[in-house]
């Protein structure tokens, strides 16, 4: 059971890296030829000063991924940005599907026997950002689709927090999101982000997840960035509702914080 809570803490890890940033807000993009880099953050370029391309490249070669954010609107008074997503996560369902073995048993997250079929997934939102003297208040909507080529048996689903809500939209065809963020840069070196996140899957057992991410940010003159918090995931699942603090470390059998360490390409300094 330890084996089966760390694949999942490490593919809830990989798979919600996207979600961790110290950008101002989901709306503000990095300037053009900015990049950075994280130990469980995707790879961010700034293609453009109003284009931005993001994939992760650990997770990209068990589910090829990649995410566009345009923006629409730069100003002082607010800024707007669409975002959206493609990913493939075939390849990464079998990889959890065949798990790993020991002491002569296999554990996996999905039942063996099952057939995974292809799937791609696409994702779109609407970003609004306005700064106020005491932080950067943003929001956010969109819709996700899943498409499946071929039969998709609903008992390979992944009834656990983070990844049920997100996955199961190859179940559901089509899921809903929504959001806000809050960003404060408290001095020049510390900042702190805080969202709420809503995701619903219509006509599925398990129709919605309450997420809450808290982060600190510690940045320095060597283009360095250290980021410390915790995410809650309280939502409904078909086995009923449950509410977790991730991530969580099954070598402890307990809740740890959210550490990572991000590399930028330039000073962390972003059109706004």
Known sequence: MRLLHLIYTVCTGLLLSGNVSALQSPAYLLSKKQWEVGLFQPLKFGFSDRINFSTHPVLFF?????????????????????????????????????????????????????KIPHMIGFSGDYIVAKPYKIGVFSMYAGVNVGLVFGNLDSRTSIDLP?????????????????????????????????DIDLKFLPGLPGSYSFENKLLLFLENAKRT?????????????????????????????SWVPIIDIQWAGKRGKYKN
């Open 62 to 114: 068990v589910m090829p991924n990649i995410s566009i954010k345009a923006v629409h609107r730069n100003s002082k008074v607010f800024s707007s940005a669409a975002r959206y997503d493609i990913y493939y996560p075939t390849k990464l369902l079998k990889t959890l599907q065949a798990g790993s073995e020991v002491g002569g048993e296999t554990a996996s997250l999905i039942a063996p026997g099952f």
């Open 162 to 194: 983070l990844v049920y809500h997100r996955l199961g939209v190859f179940h559901n065809r089509y899921g809903v999101d929504m959001g806000f963020d809050f960003f404060k840069q408290v001095t020049k070196a510390l900042s702190f982000n805080f």
């Open 225 to 253: 960035r250290l980021s410390v918090g915790y995410k809650y995931v309280y939502g409904e699942f078909p086995h009923g509702t449950q509410g977790r603090l991730l991530p969580y470390l099954p070598i402890l059998e």
